[in-house]
């Protein structure tokens, strides 16, 4: 435990999109939209989970789809086939979305009609939790064959996350994953953090999960 | 198909770090140091894998591992317990090193008397890709559970890997994954990148991979 050096290289992380952040809530209020900031690791399972979503939820709330990626459009292509509008958001290289970039995505999707609009953030779990998008709400998909000590070695993104999704609960037989352990770490976070267990291939979980988005979004809208 | 928009938000990413890189491989090629970048998401299993690896080369080479973290030394504890030598980065929130990271790194550590360094980098699929770090080769781990179509989502980190170790194949039957397609999108990438299935967990493949990474390591030292 003693045997090895700890070396600080720290760099300060400009974050002044803060205030254009602020202004895209107020505007998002006045519109009645929600606005949720969905992030994760790559492979994570956040596309599934939105098709899951999409499903439980669109007969009770008019839905868009903003799906950031680098230069593909796998995903928007997936959840065109939903029924709900999607847009795809190329951040040409960037490894995160800011509040400008979100609210261009948004213009361009035009939100008056909408009641909820879900950003597919980059799949990345450090950047896009340094950027505030504009999001009513911050939500987080961990998959169980991450691990649980991912809320150690990645604080920030437990710490800005209203809600976190464990998903691939289906695979749990098959890996080291302790559901206390993760639970305990990301409470260390974030001790208000809602912790919903899903199975976004199977559907297990995914009712409670649409609850309480649902919930969310009428607390918005009133 | 054609039922959304794509949406360009691109913004330049600055990487002038490239002549110190370049600087920093020079001072290893004549120290006879050999330093491998090792770049995967959150979870794919970099540490365990080093631990694997380190067990198989250990009486071959003098072994060095430089731990990136945001801000814990839950991994470098881990290395630290199989007898090489190990050391901590923090980044202090930063989601990559480049190359005058790398360097500090280094000089704390004193590379004279090592063979290899392994520089295990943050978990990000996307910014560690930017920046060279004056690695002589960079390796990339993709894990089973986070699907066969990432090359198609984060084309970079495929293009610049010389070897993409996919690990966790004791998993295969439990997850749709496809070894063929996932060989054949990274190679539309990176047609010369080498690709070795691994599982760390059990040892399989470690083998192959530790051949190929001790014929780099003579290759640079002769």
Redesign the interface.
């Known amino acids: ?1 003693a ?9 300060s ?1 400009f974050a002044e999109n803060d205030r254009q952040a602020d202004a895209l809530r107020q505007k998002l209020k006045a519109e009645k939209t929600f606005l949720l900031n969905l992030m994760s ?3 994570a399972g956040k596309t599934t989970t939105l098709c899951r979503t999409i499903e439980a939820l669109k007969g009770e709330l008019r839905i868009g789809i903003m ?1 950031a ?9 997936t ?2 086939g939903t029924g709900v ?11 995160h ?1 800011d509040a400008d ?1 979100t609210k ?2 948004l213009e ?1 999707f035009g939100t008056e009609n909408l009641d909820l609009v879900v950003l597919e953030n ?6 896009p939790a ?1 950027f505030d998008t504009g999001a009513v709400k911050n939500a987080m998909i961990l ?5 649980h ?2 809320p ?5 993104i437990f710490t800005v996350c209203d809600v976190l999704l464990i998903n ?1 609960i ?2 749990l037989p ?2 080291d994953f302790d559901m206390e352990k993760v639970t305990e770490y990301a409470r260390m976070r974030n001790p208000n953090i809602q912790i919903i267990p899903i199975c976004a291939k199977t559907g297990e979980g995914i009712g409670a999960w649409a609850d309480w988005l649902l919930q969310q979004v009428r607390d918005w809208q009133s």
Chains 1, 2 share one sequence.
């Open positions: 435990m045997g090895f050096q700890v070396i600080e290289v720290k760099e992380i690791s790559p492979g799906e990626d680098i230069d593909s459009d796998v995903d928007a292509r959840i065109d509008r999607a847009i795809q958001l190329h951040t040409g290289g960037m490894c979305l970039m261009q995505g361009a980059v799949g990345n779990l450090v950047c340094e998959s169980v064959p991450e691990g000590d991912k150690l070695k990645y604080p920030l691939k289906d695979v098959y890996f």
